[in-house]
């Protein structure tokens, strides 16, 4: 029985098809939600909670201790003033405003203070208490599109933090918190599963405000036209508008492999009566071409469905929607790419691979990961992040014949240090056990090359770690490789040199990085932060040192949209495919671009304003759980696809010059293609000590605003060049030659010699 089926004992009602709310003669608030089959009120919540602020010792300066007043407005809102306790309940007042609206409730709870309070945000919170058990909690950070008034590409910022409460499994309670910062960043696993943390600086404060939408739901629909709905409630909306494969992709992203698919755009009508309403879409490809456009100028009682073809060429595609009715616009880029398909039969042998997935413990997310991982043709995957979800991902990546090498974390190399050697010993054992059915190299440590700045340190280290854990990683069967050095540090190298180190493992883990100047950047001096230079060092460190076998464990470049100084979506593909060539040209076996994620271990929420944040290959899952790629994801594919086999990089020297890169790549049956780029019109921001704002434009539109012209001889009857994106052009040579233009975004040539 619900606390509301007495109407006589409320001194206040209210309801709509989906929930309802009540105060009792006596003061206490009831959120109920109404079973869509059988009508019957369900009390899920005691009000919907009241802001308690505490000092930083968790002591309470303010909280509510029973409702003083309420006031209602125009019959569909509601105010409620409630009396205080605490050391400052005489120097403010606590309200919280009530919005009914007919799928949800708008609520805001605001402290307005006659002085200021002091307080702690990490101590306080909005205190909410669900009336009775529920299965479980599912906690997600809700993004929306932001087109800059510049023109720039879109990108996503931080509209609310998602709170999904099970009731059980015909009942959820979705809690979307609007007053949440632009690019906040929230970590899942501290995240409360029912109270919602507050957004303030510690310290004096002269008020504050929380806001919130409820939305209650009975669960007949599909989970994920439930989740989908309900978002769109929780934004107030009268409709929903989303795009979904016209047949189901079992890994939920937006990769497809071949060169068409088929999309639904469906629009849902939230209040079953007719009201004012347009949409219009239209779909560019990565050529700057539209391809499709359409309208939608009402929606029935129920929902309406448009199908969307997408097909001719591969590569990216962007689906751009613009809604609009009395209450709510929406707008939305909807990315997604068609990429070639292929068996990948020389898979294990592929140079190419990733390194980093992000889950958070969440296996859908893992899973998905794993599944375009393996789509794209990877050949390995560097594991460094440890957990029950990362490791059933892995396993299905070994099912598909993708390598792993496998990082643990760092050790300090203090004094004490020396101590535990056989505690760590034994504990590195007992992790190896974990991952030893489908590991093929240990790695221990990661980028603590720039604290070896002592000799003390540096032998700390070298006896510390690296040979008790050469020692262990080897006894248990395994390749072993050092610590990933940060910026292939010649100073590292050394140390692993000169201590006699060198010929204890066997591979080499280097780490190089260069946003936002070009991979290739080579100019005077030493730049840790240049990829080709660190490239070098670590050749001539082999060189000195002895040979052995190389991996670049982590590499690439970020999209940090408020960053001007940053590389674009375009310019990640185009800078990460020349990472990929000239690591190994250089010889490196593995170069693992990091990241697949778009957050890396930095929370759930987007920043646009950290590097660290932007450095993956997809945008992070959406509320649906579904994957969107970036360019680089398809140009990767691309780049599986088609040096499938590859055996050996060399740059050529016949046809490179001071603005044109040229390298030859050898296949295992002996065949041989080349690829080429041009430096010859650089990016404004190609160069670290010239660096000027990058060029601002949509995806879809090309920065490479000039290219060269190359003159490749052939004795061949026709030529063949493949972009970035996989789509192919042939040129047919006069007398021996052949004249191909040349951008910045690498070309794949056939045909010449």
Request: aromatic content about 12%; overall charge negative; some cysteine.
């Amino acid at each position: 029985m619900s606390a509301l089926d007495d109407k006589a004992i409320l001194q206040y009602y209210y309801q709509t098809d989906t929930y309802a709310y009540g105060i009792s003669n006596e003061g206490d608030e009831t959120i109920a939600l109404v079973d869509e089959k059988s009508g019957v009120l369900i009390d899920v919540m005691n009000g919907a909670g009241t802001i308690e602020l505490c000092d930083s010792d968790g002591t309470a300066v303010l909280s509510a201790d029973s409702i003083d007043r309420i006031e209602e407005i125009d019959g569909k809102a509601l105010k409620i003033y409630y009396n205080l306790t605490g050391t400052d309940a005489e120097n403010a007042e606590l309200v919280t405003e009530y919005t009914f609206r007919e799928n949800g409730i708008g609520v805001s709870q605001s402290v307005v203070c006659s002085m200021p309070i002091t307080a702690s945000a990490n101590k306080s919170k909005l205190k909410r208490n669900f009336l009775r058990y529920y299965d479980s909690v599912d906690k997600d950070m809700v993004g929306k599109w932001y087109y800059p008034e510049n023109g720039d590409y879109p990108y996503l910022v931080n509209e609310s933090i998602a709170t999904a409460v099970n009731i059980d499994k015909s009942h959820t309670v979705y809690t979307f918190v609007t007053s949440v910062k632009e690019d906040a960043t929230i970590w899942r696993d501290t995240y409360p599963d029912i109270n919602i943390p507050l957004n303030f600086t510690d310290g004096e404060i002269d008020g504050y405000t929380c806001t919130y939408e409820l939305v209650l739901t009975s669960n007949t629909a599909g989970q994920t036209e439930n989740r989908y709905r309900s978002l769109f409630k929780g934004r107030g909306s009268d409709y929903a508008v989303g795009i979904f494969p016209a047949t189901e992709n079992s890994e939920n992203s937006t990769v497809f492999v071949g060169d068409s698919v088929d999309l639904k755009l469906n629009v849902a009508n939230l209040t079953g009566e007719k009201f004012n309403f347009g949409l219009k879409y239209d779909v560019y490809d990565y050529y700057g071409e539209m391809v499709a456009s359409g309208t939608v100028n009402a929606i029935p009682e129920g929902s309406a469905n448009t199908d969307i073809r997408i097909s001719g060429k591969y590569g990216m595609y962007y689906i751009n929607i613009y809604a609009k009715s009395n209450n709510y616009t929406y707008r939305e880029c909807y990315p997604l790419a068609l990429i070639p398909t292929d068996s990948y039969e020389n898979r294990q042998t592929n140079p190419f691979g990733l390194t980093s997935i992000e889950g958070h413990n969440v296996l859908d997310e893992y899973m998905t990961a794993a599944e375009v991982l393996i789509k794209t043709g990877a050949g390995n995957y560097r594991m460094s992040n440890h957990s029950a979800g990362q490791y059933t991902a892995v396993e299905r990546m070994v099912e598909a014949g993708v390598g792993i090498n496998v990082q643990f974390g760092s050790r300090n190399i203090g004094d004490d240090y020396l101590k535990n050697i056989e505690s760590f010993k034994k504990s590195l054992a007992a992790s190896i056990d974990k991952v030893k059915d489908f590991a093929d190299s240990i790695e221990v440590g990661n980028e603590i090359d720039g604290l070896l700045d002592t000799q003390k340190l540096s032998t700390n280290y070298v006896n510390g770690t690296l040979l008790p854990a050469a020692s262990v990683v080897h006894n248990k069967g395994f390749k072993y490789a050092n610590a990933g050095s940060a910026g292939s540090r010649t100073n590292f190298f050394d140390v692993l040199g000169e201590s006699g180190f060198w010929n204890k493992f066997d591979i080499l883990s280097s780490h190089s990085y260069g946003v936002p100047i070009m991979p290739d950047a080579i100019s005077g001096g030493s730049d840790l932060w240049n990829y080709e230079q660190g490239c070098q060092r670590v050749a001539a460190a082999l060189e000195k040192y002895g040979d052995k076998e190389w991996y670049m464990s982590e590499t690439g470049y970020c999209t940090v949209p408020k960053d001007p100084e940053q590389v674009s979506l375009r310019t990640q593909a185009d800078y990460n495919m020349r990472i990929l060539v000239l690591g190994h040209s250089y010889g490196a076996s593995r170069i693992q671009l990091y990241s697949f994620y778009d957050r890396a271990s930095h929370g759930m929420g987007y920043n646009n304003k950290s590097m660290e944040m932007g450095y993956g290959i997809c945008y992070q899952p959406d509320f649906l759980g579904v994957v969107k790629p970036k360019p680089t994801t398809a140009a990767f594919a691309v780049i599986n696809y088609i040096t499938d086999g590859l055996e050996k990089t060399e740059e050529c020297q016949k046809y490179t010059t001071s603005t044109l890169r040229t390298f030859k790549l050898t296949k295992n049956d002996g065949s041989q293609m080349y690829v080429a780029w041009s430096n010859a019109n650089p990016l404004p921001n190609a160069m670290r000590y010239t660096t000027k704002d990058r060029i601002v434009g949509m995806p879809w539109q090309n920065q490479w605003r000039d290219s060269e012209t190359v003159t490749f001889e052939t004795a061949e009857s026709k030529v063949t060049v493949t972009d970035i994106m996989g789509n192919s052009k042939v040129y047919n040579p006069v007398d021996g030659k052949v004249e191909i233009p040349v951008t910045g975004s690498l070309v794949y040539i056939e045909g010449i010699k």
